[in-house]
């Protein structure tokens, strides 16, 4: 569950990227607003590239299809399907259930809409887009596991890393949910670009990250 605060600690924000906004509410009224072009007088959004009401209107639909609003709370599907592929049961990749664990699993990797990102008609485009909410999703979920005050998204600076056995620990979750678990089922090669988001994200946004990472990776060897 995510809890729906604002980062604002004043009137007005000025955001690059509207993954900064961390109300999902405000994210999806700012992304409204800015289709209706009537943009919130409240936020100044200075992005490098201006967005097209084509681009704009996708991001709206990613974020439709991520958050579920249960009560005043949001849930992110992307990383229920995260925790539940890290919990997963990975007893044996043969027998009885094999099929049935293989299906859930595929299942847990098209929630972060993995079907659409591999259909050969999907534009680089939309691809792109894709990647950016999966890049968001990696850095709520090392934000929350190094207990960072401050949000830290991808689009944001760098985290400092304190212990080097909660990095390990981040590193080892990335590998076990988006790597050695679709392995399991013969899944690894099309888990492979939501693996590969998460673990850049990891190395752009921790402390030596890509040393840190490379360092578990030896040590499973």
């Avoid at 959004?45 to 958050?67: D, F, H, N, V, W």
């Avoid at 934000?143 to 212990?163: E, Q, R, V, W």
């Avoid at 909660?166 to 590193?171: E, Q, T």
Wanted: net charge negative; aromatic share 12%; charged share 30%.
């Amino acid at each position: 569950m995510i809890n729906n605060n604002s980062l604002y600690n004043s009137p007005i924000k000025q955001v690059h990227n509207f993954h900064e906004i961390t109300d999902i509410d405000q994210r999806k009224s700012f992304l409204q607003g800015l289709l209706n072009e009537n943009p919130d007088k409240n936020i100044d959004y200075a992005p490098e590239e201006p967005l097209t009401k084509q681009q704009i209107s996708y991001y709206s639909e990613l974020l439709e299809g991520r958050y579920e609003k249960r009560g005043s709370q949001y849930i992110d599907r992307y990383m229920r399907a995260f925790m539940m592929l890290l919990t997963s049961n990975r007893s044996s990749g043969l027998g009885f259930f094999a099929k049935k664990r293989k299906k859930e699993t595929e299942g847990f990797l098209n929630d972060f809409k993995l079907d659409e990102y591999s259909d050969p008609s999907t534009s680089d485009e939309k691809k792109a887009m894709i990647k950016e909410e999966w890049a968001d999703c990696a850095a709520c979920y090392i934000s929350s596991c190094t207990s960072s005050k401050a949000y830290s998204s991808a689009f944001l600076g760098m985290i400092p890393m304190p212990d080097k056995n909660v990095a390990m620990k981040i590193a080892a979750d990335i590998d076990t949910a988006l790597n050695e678990v679709p392995q399991t089922y013969d899944l690894d090669k099309r888990s492979l670009p939501i693996y590969e988001v998460f673990v850049d994200t990891y190395k752009m946004l921790l402390e030596n990250g890509e040393s840190l990472f490379r360092e578990y990776i030896l040590g499973k060897r």
